[in-house]
């Protein structure tokens, strides 16, 4: 094919009950092309992702002192020192709907099931569950036909969907983030092979019960269709393509040896079977697969649940062997306070590394980092206290050109979380006038 030629943004390599996504490529023709979007100010698709830690956080080791742009960062958010840049720190937002209302104990459930969905979660540990629809599924179903995959849902450590686990709350409510509707949970997907073959293999599953007897890479299937692409592509789209099939190999050589490797031994924690034993390596893989997702297009919007509300995780590997839980509740014990902000630092290390890939990946005049929004947090602010307010949230990425990062801003307190989330999803070409609570666009993410 010569340079002149076009590719379609829709082309995608098969074998043997394989599909798989192409990076954008310049025979693909200009990145507005690629886009397909209505969005005139926007050259470039913008994607969305929630990633949430649980417990609140050790609030006086997180927030910056000083607000604008010559902030400096706290402990806790240190490690995204390298990207600094390129993050926003947003305080004085509020879950309103995670406070009791009237209902009593349960704020670890109502924390997760209102952090992006701003309702009121029912109380009930039956099968009468009711929440609100989540901003992430808001987003999928008005931009989920562009991409393959309408939303991904994972998590790094599962949790129940039935079943009483916080003062009468159902399960459901602590471990689910997205919600369809208001009846409806997503679970999430923990295993990152079960979340490698949902991004790239449409087979049946005799198919993929006969690759992996095989013990094939998703490459080898589609290798020749890739050699006949390689052969009619420039040489920057060749480069381009190698380093996006290097990556997908990495992903699952690093998957196939966690599962040769022994469980770690941790005080009373089941590791989930068919999933790494390292906890960080787990983490890292999934957040491999997102920047994959995100570079291949194959969706554009994702929820990332890294632990379970009211998680018990204990962290012996940072010398935290006490439950994570447990350890929320300090009573202001020095002691404490120190074994979580490990915690919380170790949880921001991996966002960091999250951050770092999406940066590093080019894509057009930007990486994939300026062409995203990330938003990272929980549905407390100090575990100890269980409050709502002044929520400990990360907003990265420059949403296409859409936001100004680099800078910490402080909003009045009470501003409702959901302003940020409606926000986004402006930002996504979704025009809505209210979710859940929210009141209004959340103003200031650009200057």
């Known amino acids: 094919m010569s340079r002149t030629m076009k590719l379609s943004r829709r082309t995608l390599l098969r074998g043997m009950g394989v599909t798989m996504s192409l990076p954008w490529l310049e025979a693909m023709g200009p990145l507005a ?16 992702a929630f990633l949430y830690v649980p417990n609140g956080v050790n609030m006086a080791e997180w ?19 390298s990207v600094r ?41 039956g099968t009468n569950i009711r929440a609100g629809v989540s901003v992430d599924q808001v987003a999928a179903a008005r931009i989920g ?16 969907m039935a079943g009483n686990c916080d003062s009468g709350y159902s399960c459901v409510y602590s471990s689910t983030m997205s919600w369809r509707s208001a009846t409806q949970p997503l679970p999430k997907e923990v295993n990152p092979k079960l979340v490698f073959e949902r991004l790239f293999a449409s087979a049946p599953d005799a198919n993929r019960a006969k690759r992996l007897a095989l013990r094939k890479s998703v490459l080898d299937f589609v290798r020749e269709d890739s050699k006949d692409l390689a052969g009619r ?16 190999r990495d992903i699952e050589q690093r ?22 034993a390292d906890y960080e390596q787990h983490m890292r893989i999934m957040a491999d697969l997102v920047a994959l997702a995100f570079q291949a297009d194959v969706t554009r919007v994702v929820t990332f649940v890294l632990a379970i509300e009211g998680s018990n995780k204990p962290y012996p590997f940072i010398e935290v062997p006490d439950g994570h839980h447990d350890l929320s509740h300090h009573g202001n014990d020095a002691e404490k306070l120190e074994k979580i902000r490990k915690i919380n630092v170790f949880h921001m290390r991996q966002f960091a590394y999250l951050l770092e890939k999406l940066d590093s990946i080019q894509e057009g005049e930007g990486t994939l980092l300026d062409h995203s ?4 947090g929980s549905g407390n602010s100090d575990g100890n206290a269980h409050n709502h307010n002044d929520l400990p949230i990360v907003l990265a990425g420059g949403g296409c050109g859409t936001i100004t990062p680099g800078r910490h801003i402080q909003y009045a307190d009470e501003t409702p979380l959901n302003n940020l989330w ?19 666009s959340l103003p200031g993410l650009q200057t």
Do not use: C
């Open 422 to 440: 409606l926000s986004m999803l402006n930002r996504m070409d979704v025009d809505l006038a209210q979710l859940g609570d929210s009141t209004g």
């Open 373 to 376: 929004m990330l938003a990272y």
């Open 233 to 248: 592509l420039g040489s920057n789209d060749v480069r381009k393509l190698d380093e996006y099939f290097s990556a997908v």
């Open 145 to 160: 036909e562009r991409t393959r995959l309408p939303s991904l849902e994972i998590g790094t450590e599962g949790g129940a």
């Open 85 to 125: 840049s390129k993050i926003s720190v947003l305080s004085g937002l509020t879950a309103d709907k995670a406070r009791p209302n009237g209902d009593g104990p349960g704020d670890h459930a109502r924390a997760l099931a209102a952090f992006l969905t701003g309702a009121q979660p029912r109380k009930t540990d």
């Open 255 to 276: 998957i196939e040896r966690a599962e040769t490797l022994p469980p770690i031994e941790a005080p009373e924690y089941d590791l989930p079977e068919g999933i790494p």
């Open 63 to 81: 927030k910056p002192k000083t607000e604008g742009a010559d902030f400096e960062l706290p402990s806790i958010l240190q490690p995204l020192e």
């Open 33 to 48: 092309a690629w886009a397909e979007s209505p969005t005139i100010d926007k050259a470039i698709p913008n994607r969305m």
